[in-house]
Every structure is written in C-alpha cells, then in structure tokens.
C-alpha cells in the first residue's frame, strides 16, 4: 500500500512559479514509479510528468516541456513538480500517482495508487 498526500498549489499570477510536494507513506518508495496528473473542470484528467523508479528517465506532456520538472527524493519519499512560467491554461487540481514497476507511463489507468489532489490556480 502507498499513501499519498500532495502539497503547494495555490494562486498565482501568470508568468509565476510553484512547486508541488506528494509525500509518500510506506517503506516501497523507491520500489515505485510516480506521476503527475492534472484535472481541470469539464476535461479528463491528463498525463503532465513522470519519473521512473530511479529518478534516471523523466517525461513530460508536450504542453509543459520546457516549463515543469518532476524530481524524486526516496530518502525523503517524496517527489515533486517544480512549475514555472504557469499559464492560466495550467489552472486544475494536481494529482500525483503511483504504481509498481521501472518506467512511468502516460496512461491513468495503469497508476494504482492516487493522492487527493492540490489546486493550482494561474490567474491572467
């Protein structure tokens, strides 16, 4: 079992930055890969970053390479999502996930594990 507990959204003007924390509870941190996933009103929720188990391969969706960057601290068993530049297009709740294995994957329904999500709210 993995718990997961998100932290740091807020409101923030266009232009401006945040960076996310989900910490994780259990001692198989470093056995999982972890995600970010975002949900805004009326859409589905969307793949934003992932991180393999090791830290060594991360991806992104193309509407936030170059601006977000996802990073794991296993000793902390945390990860985060550093978020600059933000766009009011940005603005949804963030979820970060989790599942067993090496790689991350783009797809929600392979992520077993699911924090309750933090809002993030990018004003124009």
């Known amino acids: 079992q993995v718990q997961l507990v998100e932290s740091g959204g807020g409101l923030v003007q266009a232009g401006g930055s945040l960076r996310l924390s989900c910490a994780a509870s259990?001692?198989?941190?470093?056995?999982?890969?972890m995600a970010w996933f975002r949900q805004a009103p009326g859409k589905e929720r969307e793949f934003v970053a992932g991180?393999?188990?090791?830290?060594?391969?991360?991806g992104y969706a193309d509407s936030v390479k170059g601006r977000f960057a996802i990073s794991r601290d296993n000793a902390k068993n945390t990860v985060y999502l550093q978020m600059n530049s933000l766009k009011p297009e940005d603005t949804a709740v963030y979820h970060c996930?989790?599942?067993?294995?090496?790689?991350?994957?783009?797809?929600?329904?392979?992520?077993?594990?699911w924090g309750q999500g933090t809002q993030v709210t990018v004003s124009s």
């Open positions: 996930a989790s599942k067993y294995g090496l790689e991350y994957s783009r797809l929600r329904q392979e992520y077993n594990y």
């Open positions: 259990g001692r198989t941190f470093s056995g999982v890969v």
């Open positions: 991180i393999s188990r090791s830290g060594l391969s991360r």
